[in-house]
């Protein structure tokens, strides 16, 4: 399995507050990704990183801000949390362009009551 | 912009028999294909890819898919299911240079006795 840990598993906020969510991998893949997986969607890009403090949105950003400070951890930050964003989180990474083949932490499930 | 369909969102299924998962695709480009499976509570395990070369790709656990370009297809199949390939399925294609997934919204695969 690749070395990706994601952290916490779950998580239970408030609505308004802020929220991060971690991902740490091991493998020194240049791209890491947030996806969100809601039923009836399958998976959406929220943001992906192209290497250290190199971001781009997804199609699902609106509320959310991500940062990449080293290359092995991307955080994904829910500035105001809200019910719509409750949901299972999964970071993903690829190593290149050469291998675009995606791995996928074990997700987080966050719920905003 | 790339677009990818899963024409069944559950396939009922008994043991032995076979099975295939649709999948259709839009791109105007070459793409990279995918198919991931997701057991309950977990993340994405990559099943098999097609990145170039021959049509029909191999993958894990006795799954295999055709690539076929002209109707814009890349279709799962298993000639004999079990119990244990109960599991949601995921089709996949890359997505620009920064090898970006768009994924399909899943299929439902449940294999009974």
């Known amino acids: 399995d690749a070395g990706i840990t994601q952290s916490p598993r779950h998580k239970v906020t408030e609505t308004g507050t802020p929220v991060t969510l971690r991902c740490h991998q091991t493998?020194?893949?240049?791209?890491m990704y947030w996806y969100r997986q809601d039923p009836g969607h399958g998976l959406r890009l929220i943001h992906y990183?192209?290497?250290?403090?190199?971001?781009d949105k997804g199609e699902v950003s609106d509320g959310y801000s991500v940062s990449r400070s080293k290359t092995e951890d991307f955080l994904l930050t829910l500035e105001s949390a809200t019910s719509s964003q409750t949901s299972v989180y999964f970071c993903?990474?690829?190593?290149?362009?050469?291998?675009?083949?995606?791995?996928f932490g074990q997700g987080t499930r966050l719920t905003v009551v | 912009a790339q677009s990818v369909t899963q024409l069944d969102s559950q396939v009922p299924v008994f043991e032995e028999a076979p099975v295939e998962l649709r999948c259709n695709y839009s791109?105007?480009?070459?793409?990279?294909l995918f198919w991931y499976v997701q057991y309950p509570n977990q993340g994405l395990q990559l099943l098999l890819k097609?990145?170039?070369?021959?049509?029909l790709v191999k993958g894990i656990n006795g799954f295999e898919a055709e690539f076929n370009k002209s109707q814009t297809s890349f279709h799962l199949r298993k000639p004999s299911v079990h119990i244990s390939d109960t599991a949601e399925y995921f089709c996949?294609?890359?997505?620009?240079?920064?090898?970006?997934?768009?994924f399909g919204k899943g299929t439902k695969l449940s294999v009974k006795p």
């Open positions: 993903a990474i690829t190593a290149d362009r050469g291998h675009p083949e995606a791995f």
């Open positions: 493998e020194n893949h240049r791209y």
């Open positions: 990183s192209y290497g250290v403090k190199d971001t």
């Open positions: 791109s105007s480009v070459s793409v990279y």
């Open positions: 097609y990145l170039s070369g021959s049509t």
């Open positions: 996949a294609v890359n997505r620009g240079s920064q090898g970006n997934l768009i």
